[in-house]
């Protein structure tokens, strides 16, 4: 199509391109896709790193394929493995990374269009990004229901149950699990409802995910074409390099996002900003 030909928009696939581009023309409307490798650096295993992630960590928990532990049809047979997991991933006990700050930034900025996280682990809000910029296409630890009857469990005693590593059951003897979605179920509406948001991008930031998980890893794909888009990663993912105005840091999310916040000079408001949170 027409909008796809044309040279591209940056004068270099560099980090210092991008911040050109972002000065001169009044980027606004950021769009983020995150996932489990910004919040690496809290302490907070991934699920895919080789050595690292929960993949590679979970012989504890007994289990034949590692992704069992967010099977909701094994959930229902055995709940345990889950809820060994989530008293180490519940959300209070860690603090946010200098890459969740970032995002923080770009909200104060008045840049940020929509932040969207599979993170089930909070620390978006805990920075400061307010609910209504954050769409949790994956759920969180926020709230948690019985799943035969649906009937929410209170907040307090969920959060009494994890820490004594117990599986909390509802009135009528169901098993209880938070709202994050498991494979084999649905995203929330929110998601699909704010897909179209990505098309309206000025600029698309990808940090610290894999890409295999559907339908999110497409939404960079949804990006215009003649927008740029910036990958923060361990490695390259998701066919990032095919446009001409794909930009890739390779190498940690923090250290990362320190570049890209030195370039546009905000290096020294960033690290105050992280710091006080
Ligand atoms: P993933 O598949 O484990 O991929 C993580 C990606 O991040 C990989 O490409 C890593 O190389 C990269 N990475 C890891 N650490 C860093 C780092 N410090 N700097 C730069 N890159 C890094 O995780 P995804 O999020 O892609 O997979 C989707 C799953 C993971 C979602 O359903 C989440 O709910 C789930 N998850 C979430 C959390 C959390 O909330 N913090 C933790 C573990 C898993």
Redesign the pocket.
């Known amino acids: 199509s027409v909008t796809d030909s044309g040279p591209p928009v940056l004068e270099s696939r560099s980090i210092e391109a991008v911040a050109k581009y972002i000065k001169e023309n009044d980027v606004n409307r950021v769009v983020l896709m995150?996932?489990?490798?910004?919040?690496?650096?809290a302490g907070?295993?991934?699920?895919?790193?080789p050595d690292t992630?929960?993949?590679a960590n979970l012989a504890f928990l007994d289990l034949e394929e590692p992704e069992d532990v967010?099977d909701i049809g094994f959930f229902r047979q055995n709940p345990k493995p889950f809820y060994a997991l989530a008293h180490e991933?519940y959300p209070g006990r860690y603090r946010p990374t200098i890459a969740h700050s970032f995002i923080k930034l770009l909200y104060d900025k008045g840049m940020l269009l929509k932040h969207f996280t599979?993170?089930?682990?909070c620390?978006e809000r805990q920075a400061g990004v307010p609910g209504e910029k954050i769409i949790e296409a994956?759920g969180s630890f926020a709230s948690q229901r019985c799943i035969e009857c649906k009937k929410p469990y209170p907040n307090d005693l969920m959060k009494q149950m994890v820490g004594t590593r117990k599986v909390p059951c509802c009135d009528c003897g169901g098993y209880v699990k938070p709202d994050?979605?498991f494979f084999g179920e649905a995203l929330p509406r929110s998601f699909f409802d704010s897909m179209p948001q990505v098309a309206e991008a000025d600029l698309c930031i990808v940090?610290?995910?894999?890409?295999?998980?559907q339908p999110?890893a497409s939404l960079p794909q949804h990006v215009g074409r003649r927008v740029p888009r910036v990958l923060?990663?361990?490695?390259k993912?998701g066919g990032f390099g095919s446009r001409a105005d794909d930009v890739m840091l390779l190498?940690?999310?923090?250290a990362?996002v320190r570049k890209f916040a030195k370039a546009m000079g905000w290096g020294d408001e960033l690290e105050a900003l992280w710091e006080a949170t």
């Open positions: 995150v996932g489990a490798g910004i919040s690496t650096s907070i295993p991934d699920f895919r790193s992630g929960l993949y967010f991933l599979q993170n089930i682990d620390l994956h994050i979605v940090m610290g995910t894999s890409l295999m998980v999110f923060i990663n361990m490695q993912v190498g940690e999310c923090d990362g």
